[in-house]
């Protein structure tokens, strides 16, 4: 007998034994002649079957209470209190449920813990069903009978019998892990409850069941915190993310000393992100910290199928090792699934059907296949999509998608899906980069943070890996995508590299798009010469339209350094040649640097003539950056004309603008400008409030100047504060700035200069100001910063 069938019998569940099995009891027991008919007729309380054979098999009352076939939990359940109360809900409402998603998201504990929470409830007790070590369709139904307790019935199927069995019982069942038999757990589900009106049935599998009735709850990763937040969380912030309070929880079995500090929380909280927040994985790499500091554990992640092994004894071999429980879902796709699943690997942080179809299809996929494979491989829990968007868009986890690539090596397409992957993705940014001035810049902008991953990754490819220069240039060329994106500094280095790599004799249009590029990040004197560069080369190519960007380029660069009646001349040329070839957007930028040109010329008339005639082309075109950079300068009109509080209003409606998107650049400038209004309006809290705000987003965007003026204004307040020490050496790290970028300063700046020298006269003789402005000439930006926070 198997072991089942014995457990039954011995607990009383199972009250019909075969004759044959009496026999042998008997015999076992060595009963006399008398004691064998007692047996016998205590084992012979058999019922009538009812003609339609669904009469019940067993006589007697259920037992009550918890099934004693549920699996004890051994460890705590950390972080999944909201997940159990929402399928508990979702079980009460309805007969068939299944918790579907990745492998060790944790279904299975889920699940028991769900059953726990509902066995003392109308659904009566709950019975476990593993269907993990079962691997022929042909036995689930055994399987089921077997945990039950029923025996097979001569001249009727033992579905049938299970049906009987259940008729009129308030049971639970759990169906644990069925992906791999999805049809015959599906069919014998259907057929369970449609003969047991009091039978509820809880599945966990990578995929939906699919069944008649059926109700899928997907179980997310756990809670882990954002790239950002992790950067800087510290330990009770972290603790409250169900990820961290895992890898905490089983670190301390192991190790009993280990504690949560602010300064391990963003090492922990890395390795937890990274883990994508997968409880088994989590649990894995917790258990390594026996032999491993926690740093070492995150340097080491590269390595994870290496170093997430050793899983408990008592499981399934494919519930081991990171590596056999994505095995165990890979092994269960078919070749077709196979191949797209390991091209996937080629996208970096995500991407959308359209991404797909042109960089994955061909090669014998065409986009109704891929569509129907990305939909089987999103239903079976390797790619998880996210459809809260207009579009829908999907991603591989972290671990899934090292495997995958992995994978994607064995079949050898690494560099044609590469290259393709660069080539859709720099088709991409060159389409926002046409939309530019033409439609709304957020949406536009959206679009490119979405897809950053992939443009690095592009980037990679192409220059990094020297795989396509050319290409390259053509992707670290779009200035929108750095400028606009706070990554003005990685922008650089990217443009940088490819300058490397480009020819200009060879490939002058490759290195025309990356000095225009460079143009347009750049300050002062280095604006001026590559715009010249790139106009130069865009003029022998034929390319009117980029050569009048680049000549706007060189009329902003020579107003930075305060050339004003060159930068005049020039900004009227490049309108006019904007007008010829019919850039509206350059055109609409060049009035408004001629607007600015004349502020500083002392002549506001036309100063506010050219600013308005610039908003409404901004408008037009549907523009909001140039809106908003439009309203700033109009501020700065109407500071310089000494109506400060007017100023405010403007630059405060240019900053609502501008904080939709993320163009940390001219956030800091107008924050800064903010701060300088205030400062004339005798707002002291309200200017150090608007300095920091600016101070820290140049910093964000990683530009020197901006942190320059942001600290001016902060060493203003000092001086003010009777702090003029500390404000010399301030405007001595400020002024070396200046010199360095060769850049001269505008007018708001100016009249902070020299408010800050004034009070400095005020403070201190002429030797001490000299003094100290050189000590603070010798500061890392980072010194000056941590000055001028003190308070």
Not at 210 to 220: H, I, N, S, W
Not at 293 to 314: M, N, V, Y
């Amino acid at each position: 007998m198997s072991s089942h069938g014995v457990s039954a019998l011995e607990r009383g569940y199972r009250r019909t034994p075969q004759r044959e099995t009496l026999a042998l009891l008997a015999d076992a027991l060595a009963l006399s002649d008398e004691q064998r008919r007692a047996f016998e007729a205590a084992a012979a309380r058999w019922v009538l079957l009812r003609g339609d054979g669904e009469g019940s098999v067993t006589v007697g009352p259920w037992p009550e209470g918890t099934s004693p076939n549920l699996p004890f939990a051994v460890t705590s359940f950390v972080g999944r209190e909201v997940e159990v109360e929402s399928v508990g809900a979702v079980m009460r409402e309805h007969r068939l449920v299944t918790v579907t998603g990745t492998g060790g998201v944790g279904k299975t504990q889920m699940a028991l813990h769900v059953a726990a929470s509902l066995s003392d409830g109308p659904n009566g007790d709950a019975w476990f069903i593993a269907f993990a070590p079962i691997a022929d369709p042909s036995r689930v139904v055994a399987s089921v009978a077997a945990v039950l307790g029923v025996q097979e019935v001569p001249n009727r199927s033992l579905l049938a019998t299970l049906r009987g069995h259940l008729k009129n019982k308030a049971l639970l069942l759990i169906f644990d892990n069925c992906e791999h038999l999805i049809a015959e757990v599906a069919r014998v589900a259907e057929a369970l409850l449609a003969g047991c009106p009091r039978l509820r049935i809880l599945a966990t599998s990578r995929e939906p069941l699919r069944a008649v009735g059926e109700r899928t709850y997907r179980l997310p990763s756990l809670s882990v915190p954002s790239l950002e937040a992790t950067r800087r969380i510290g330990a009770t912030e972290a603790a409250a993310y169900g990820a961290v309070a895992l890898f905490v929880d089983r670190a301390r079995a192991v190790d009993h000393g280990l504690v949560l500090t602010d300064e391990n929380a963003p090492v922990v909280a890395e390795i937890c992100r990274r883990l994508d927040g997968i409880p088994f994985a989590i649990e894995l790499a917790a258990a390594r910290v026996r032999v491993l500091s926690i740093p070492d554990l995150a340097h080491r992640l590269t390595e994870r199928f290496k170093i997430l092994a050793g899983g408990s004894r008592d499981v399934v071999p494919r519930q081991k090792t990171l590596r056999t429980l994505i095995d165990w879902s890979y092994d269960l796709l078919t070749p077709q699934e196979q191949e797209l699943f390991a091209r996937l690997s080629i996208f970096k942080g995500g991407f959308n059907l359209d991404a797909a179809t042109k960089v994955c299809g061909a090669d014998g996929l065409d986009d109704l296949e891929v569509l129907d494979l990305l939909t089987s491989l999103t239903d079976k829990s390797l790619v998880v999509a996210d459809t809260s968007g207009e579009h829908a868009r999907y991603r591989l986890l972290e671990s899934t998608a090292v495997y995958a690539l992995e994978k994607l090596k064995a079949f050898g397409h690494v560099q044609d899906l590469a290259r393709r992957h660069a080539e859709y993705f720099c088709d991409r940014v060159q389409a926002v980069g046409q939309r530019y001035g033409t439609s709304s810049f957020f949406a536009s902008l959206a679009d490119i943070e979405l897809e950053l991953d992939n443009w690095r990754a592009a980037l990679a490819w192409t220059l990094s890996q020297e795989n396509d220069a050319v290409l390259g240039a053509a992707l670290a060329g779009e200035s929108g995508l750095w400028d606009n994106t706070a990554l003005a500094a990685e922008g650089c280095y990217w443009i940088g590299l490819g300058l490397q790599l480009v020819s200009e004799a060879d490939q002058p249009q490759a290195t025309a798009t990356l000095r225009l590029a460079l143009a347009s990040l750049s300050f002062g004197k280095q604006k001026c010469d590559e715009g010249a560069h790139a106009m130069r080369l865009l003029e022998g190519l034929g390319d009117a339209r980029r050569a009048a960007g680049a000549h706007r380029q060189v009329a902003w660069g020579l107003f930075q350094i305060r050339q004003l009646e060159r930068a005049k001349e020039v900004a009227e040329e490049a309108l006019a040649a904007s007008r010829e070839c019919g850039h509206a957007t350059n055109v609409a930028q060049c009035i408004d640097l001629l607007g600015f040109i004349a502020s500083e010329r002392g002549d506001s008339s036309a100063a506010r003539q050219m600013h308005a005639q610039a908003l409404a082309a901004f408008k037009a075109l549907g523009d909001e950056t140039g809106t908003a950079q439009v309203l700033a300068n109009l501020a700065e009109l109407e500071f310089a004309d000494g109506h400060p509080k007017e100023a405010l209003r403007l630059v405060s409606e240019a900053l609502q603008i501008t904080l939709r998107g993320h163009n940390a650049r001219h956030i800091a400038m107008f924050y800064s400008n903010s701060a300088a209004y205030r400062i004339a309006l005798g707002d002291v809290t309200g200017a150090r409030e608007s300095a920091l705000d600016g101070l820290g987003f140049a910093r964000h965007a990683q530009s020197e100047l901006n942190t320059a003026i942001g600290l001016q204004h902060l060493a203003v307040l000092a001086v003010l504060a009777g702090d003029a020490e500390r404000a010399a050496r301030l405007l001595g790290y400020v002024d070396t700035q200046y010199a360095l970028h060769g850049y001269e300063r505008e007018g708001t700046e100016q009249w902070s200069c020299d408010k800050l020298m004034a009070g400095l006269r005020e403070a201190l003789l002429k030797d001490e100001i000299a003094k100290l402005t050189t000590e603070g000439a010798q500061w890392s930006e980072d010194r000056a910063v941590e000055e001028a926070l003190k308070v």
